[in-house]
């Protein structure tokens, strides 16, 4: 018996009493932590140590005393609510941190209410409860979704489904039109997110990709940076989402961490009785740490880097979570900032008169007189010196991460990241004004931005009258899932993909990246601030599959000398790296040939005719 029951016991406090206000404590608790951002994790870790102990104490006793408490009136859901709320915890754990283990403990007790079925008993008798349980199915989804347990997110959708028709007979008053618009959400969501998109883990594996051991040495870099921190941001009218998570969110964050042991996640097993001590994946002490066989937390794996995801967050919320990012940020870090939202502009990009930092889409490509079987692309960047003091003649251009009738402050202006540049950026945005942010290169506050800017426009598909994708973003499906999004590109669904021809093609664009990140580690012209970069796994796999989707969209036919289709990375990369070398097109032109789709790209005649004879020798 627990030193607690003793002393209740010498007490004479009946143990149901004990049990309650042991309850009253942890609700008070919880509805603290509940409400509290997922930034500023130094403040509040110490605070959810507190939380979770107590409800570490709440689990226990009840255990304990459980036949006691039953007797005392103790219902079934309440014991569920109990391990539904430890789940919670252990999320938002999660969602501060970025550390796995939190996210299989998670699993673990969500998992718990769905087999034990805590919240059947009187469920159509009492709204409450039957709501209880809708949202407890609709949290461990997301759950399963970040985990990737596709089979588990399919059950708990037809189970939802079930539960509310079971609830619109029993509550003929009660309206349940919210929950049809979550079951229409991630119903859409798994429409988007097929198993042909993630038939590869998007998260780094040291299978499947290079061991961040086995990364060459950067010639030219001075300093080694790390990446630290995310923030990541991504709001479109009628995007791809379920709850606060959009499809495009969802692949950075996920490339962003470590596929434990290379392999996918996997959990099963026997629902844990209890919680003890540990010690948490950052080496601070952490909250409890089940025995758990197939545990997807790996000791031979660094720690993930931290992210935050906002969604519709105001301008000022945005920065403030900017703010603390930085501040946080350690002195070998880099902070990652993944912005994908439309743009508003009053100047036109191809216009002439557009002065300093305009993009390069304007100024090159501008010949309609290029043949078909050679690149006319002249790639450029904005000049840094001139576009120096700059920033603010972009104010017209911004990016809006909320509703646009919110004006100001829904926008985000270039300029509005200038005060952050004293620590090192590296920017992914994704949006039709992408361009407009080359004006902070050569503005910036102590250190150079690296940037990687989406296209003006998006791919042409006649069957999809929005730009925006079913299936989210083209340029962040690139830098995700590059295999994939190549062949959606070329007009193929997963099941007209043979697996062999997949996997072919996996392997030959895996060693070509990998090919292609020993050479940029080797040049001798690569610019400082990738040079520091380029030892981070998880940004050297980005600016490598930039290079491929920069490439591929050169030598598409539909995107051919469009300019506009173009991304562009600041600062330049070395020309070796241009779509025009054949380094590049070699590459495009082995995987389009393995799908059958050389006819719908434009390679040069010399990387033609070498292709031609390296077959003719084979």
Request: charged fraction near 20%.
């Amino acid at each position: 018996m627990s030193q607690q029951n003793s002393n209740s016991s010498s007490n004479n406090i009946p143990v149901s009493e004990v049990y309650w206000t042991l309850v009253a404590k942890a609700d008070k608790k919880f509805s603290k932590i509940r409400d509290l951002p997922y930034y500023q994790r130094n403040r509040y870790d110490t605070y959810f140590y507190k939380v979770f102990k107590v409800y570490t104490q709440l689990w226990k006793f009840q255990q304990e005393n459980r036949q006691k408490l039953v007797e005392a009136g103790l219902k079934r859901w309440e014991i569920g609510d109990i391990a539904s709320r430890i789940g919670q915890l252990y999320f938002g754990q999660y969602m501060r941190t970025s550390e796995a283990s939190y996210l299989s403990e998670s699993y673990i007790f969500y998992e718990a209410v769905l087999t034990r079925e805590y919240f059947k008993d009187g469920m159509f008798q009492d709204v409450n409860l039957s709501n209880k349980q809708l949202r407890f199915l609709a949290r461990f989804m997301t759950v399963c979704l970040v985990l990737n347990r596709h089979d588990m997110v399919l059950q708990l959708v037809n189970q939802l489904k079930m539960l509310l028709d079971e609830c619109k007979r029993a509550f003929q008053e009660t309206d349940f039109k919210e929950w049809k618009l979550v079951v229409q959400e991630i119903v859409k969501f798994r429409k988007a997110y097929p198993a042909f998109m993630h038939i590869r883990p998007l998260r780094y594996s040291v299978v499947l990709d290079l061991h961040p051991d086995c990364l060459p040495q950067v010639v030219e870099a001075k300093r080694k940076l790390r990446l630290r921190d995310a923030l990541l941001c991504s709001y479109h009218p009628n995007e791809v989402k379920y709850s606060e998570l959009t499809l495009d969110t969802f692949r950075m964050l996920q490339c962003l961490e470590w596929e434990p042991s290379g392999s996918f996640y996997q959990t099963g097993g026997v629902p844990p009785s209890g919680v003890g001590t540990g010690i948490g994946q950052n080496g601070a002490p952490g909250p409890s740490r089940v025995n758990y066989s197939q545990d997807i937390s790996d000791p031979t794996l660094p720690p993930n880097p931290r992210k935050s995801i906002l969604y519709r967050p105001s301008v000022t919320n945005y920065l403030a979570v900017l703010a603390t990012n930085c501040e946080e940020l350690s002195h070998d870090g880099v902070l990652l900032l993944y912005l994908s939202a439309a743009g508003s502009s009053q100047n036109s990009f191809s216009s002439p008169s557009h002065g300093a930092g305009r993009s390069f889409m304007s100024r090159v490509g501008d010949s309609e007189a290029s043949s078909a079987s050679s690149l006319n692309f002249e790639f450029e960047i904005a000049n840094p010196t001139s576009a120096k003091g700059n920033c603010l003649s972009e104010q017209s251009s911004c990016l809006y991460i909320g509703s646009r009738s919110s004006g100001g402050l829904s926008g985000i202006y270039p300029c509005d990241l200038l005060p952050f540049t004293r620590r090192p950026l590296f920017l992914v945005i994704d949006s039709d004004i992408s361009k407009s942010f080359t004006a902070l290169s050569g503005s910036e506050k102590g250190e150079s931005v690296a940037m990687l800017l989406s296209p003006a426009m998006s791919l042409p598909i006649p069957t999809v009258d929005s730009s925006r994708q079913p299936s989210g973003s083209s340029f962040t499906s690139f830098l995700t899932i590059p295999l994939q999004a190549f062949i959606l590109m070329l007009g193929f669904t997963g099941s007209d993909i043979d697996m062999d021809m997949y996997d072919k093609a996996d392997k030959l664009l895996s060693s070509s990246l990998n090919e292609w990140g020993l050479l940029l580690a080797a040049s001798d012209n690569l610019n400082p601030v990738w040079a520091q970069t380029l030892g981070d796994p998880f940004l050297r796999r980005l600016i490598l599959r930039f290079i491929f989707c920069r490439t591929v969209l050169a030598l598409y036919s539909p995107t051919f000398n469009k300019t506009e289709f173009l991304p562009e990375c600041i600062p330049s990369l070395p020309d070796a790296f241009l779509p025009t070398s054949d380094t590049c097109q070699r590459i495009v032109l082995q995987l389009a040939d393995i799908f059958g789709a050389t006819s719908k790209f434009n390679f040069s005649e010399e990387t033609t005719m070498l292709s031609d004879s390296r077959s003719q020798e084979n």
